[in-house]
């Protein structure tokens, strides 16, 4: 990292989009802006950007909906012609909701399939296929439609294995395709405004501790039912590895089918300890437990679900960078809500706090850092957060009396020395980016020109880096299982 931040960056791709007048009017940055543009400049390379590439998605369930949803606010270059889903109950309403409100990246019905098989072997002029099916046949799939030459963008996890994450490396570099994994923060603007303008600029000084933290409350972890005269037949539920409708149904829960929550959740997060300083942990230790989902009886009396994979889990990571230990400290929680998901950057000269979500996007400086001479010019690397804004529950007027710490109901000398111990607040920033579009459309939008172009090498997040992060996430269990700290080596993360 260097020493000295440089106050005019040279212009990239998002920074040359970036209009500080309108971010301090509205907070706001036209995300979509950047995509045309972007788009426009790789026409004007003489590549073959900007062509349409014919897409089918694989997986219909929540997260194949939202990469539909994430597609649909890119406006050239997709064209969706089908779907597939052993389950037509997922299958059928994201076909229908392709074809209006996708009806930009559609030229007549999407062709509906129940097995891949069938979709790869009649349909060969699919050139790329989005995969969002449960983790474990997300390494079958990939290498089934990476050896027919598609492009692949699967979504993370990986695998629910290191072994098949291991395997789906090798299956692209034996194939040579354009596989891009979905750990969406490496398209972010906003993620990428902080590791390359701020981190990488030294604003934050020695980086010394990391958090992060994914908090979902029991109501949103509820066990997924089976509606009524929809479930699939039991031949091909086996077909592809499911025990049971209910299993299908909540397959995160279960080793069998994926990695639960600490994969579910935390992989996006832990992926980006690695990411914004390049490199891998040494280190880690983790606890946790099945907690709530053990099938012990509810608050209503009733048996709760039980499941396989704990549903909280807090890890530590120990990282070596060259500016000295790094830890970062990491929990998934489904038994509350509290402060819902965010990462926290932590350095001697201030701190970072980020996530997919804008609520949180402040920086923060140590006293004695004057950070003023990095808001000028027409790519500032902060913005002064403005006063009347108040991101944190702690900062909202409060419309009730605050009691007095028992400590201000002193007086003389003891009074002093309370008041001593209270440290100023630190001086409020902003990241100057904020999205207009879903915060998955980035990467999506840049899988779709890696296939324009044919150029692996333009993906943010390829197979390799995917595998160091599953990697990271998935060793949590063998600390959990053994109760001892796991020491990574460095044949841990080669394939």
């Known amino acids: 990292m260097s020493t000295t931040p440089s106050s005019s960056p040279k212009p990239s791709g998002l920074t040359k989009f970036m209009d500080r007048r309108s971010f301090l009017r509205t907070s706001a940055v036209s995300g979509a802006g950047l995509y045309l543009a972007t788009s426009k400049g790789a026409i004007a390379q003489g590549s073959e950007a900007g062509r349409t590439v014919k897409c089918a998605l694989v997986g219909c369930g929540a997260q194949g909906d939202r990469l539909r949803v994430a597609a649909s606010k890119i406006m050239t270059g997709i064209q969706w012609v089908a779907v597939c889903d052993i389950w037509k109950y997922n299958r059928n309403p994201v076909a229908r909701r392709m074809e209006y409100e996708n009806k930009h990246q559609v030229e007549g019905p999407v062709t509906q399939y129940e097995t891949i098989e069938e979709m790869l072997e009649k349909q060969p002029d699919i050139e790329a296929v989005f995969i969002a099916t449960p983790d474990h046949l997300h390494a ?28 789906m490396v090798k299956a692209g570099r034996d194939n040579n395709g354009i596989f891009q994994i979905g750990h969406q923060r ?102 946790g437990g099945v907690d709530y989902y053990d099938g012990t009886a509810g608050p209503d009396g009733a048996p709760k679900a039980k499941f396989e994979l704990p ?7 120990e990282y070596k960078l060259p500016t000295g230990t790094m830890r970062a400290y990491y929990q998934v929680l489904t038994t509350t809500g509290s402060q819902g998901y965010y990462e926290k950057h932590m350095g001697v000269n201030g701190s970072a706090i980020i996530s997919e979500s804008p609520t949180y996007n402040q920086v923060y400086a140590e006293p004695g850092q004057d950070w003023t001479q990095w808001t000028t010019g027409d790519n500032p690397l902060l913005v002064k957060s403005p006063d009347a804004v108040k991101n944190k529950f702690w900062e909202h007027n409060r419309s009730w009396a605050k009691p007095a710490p028992k400590s201000y109901a002193v007086s003389g000398v003891a009074k002093a020395v309370a008041d001593a111990r209270e440290s100023k607040a630190l ?37 390799m880096d995917a595998f160091k992060s599953c990697v990271t996430v998935l060793k949590a269990y063998e600390c959990l299982k053994t109760g001892q700290k796991y020491m990574f080596t460095p044949e841990d993360f080669t394939v």
């Open 311 to 317: 549903d909280n889990v807090m890890c530590l990571y």
């Open 427 to 463: 001086d409020p920033w902003e990241i100057p980016v904020i999205l207009e579009v879903y915060p998955h459309t980035p990467h999506v939008a840049n899988f779709i020109e890696s296939v324009q172009r044919k150029d692996p090498a333009h993906l943010t997040c390829n197979v």
């Open 140 to 167: 079958p799939f990939s290498r089934m439609c990476l050896e027919k030459g598609k492009s692949v963008y699967c979504e993370k996890m990986m695998s629910n294995t290191i072994e098949g994450a291991r395997d």
């Open 186 to 287: 490496h398209s972010n603007p906003r993620y990428m405004h902080l590791r390359d303008k701020i981190v990488k600029n030294d604003l934050l000084g020695r980086v010394t501790h990391c958090y992060g933290q994914w908090n979902r409350g029991v109501a949103a972890s509820q066990p997924l039912g089976i509606p009524k005269n929809q479930t699939i037949p039991t031949e091909m539920l086996a077909k592809y590895g499911f025990g049971s409708m209910e299993e299908f149904r909540n397959w995160r829960w279960f080793a069998k089918y994926g990695g639960g929550p600490i994969s579910d959740l935390g992989a996006h997060q832990i992926d980006m300890f690695n990411w914004m300083y390049e490199t891998t942990p040494v280190s880690l230790y983790a606890a």
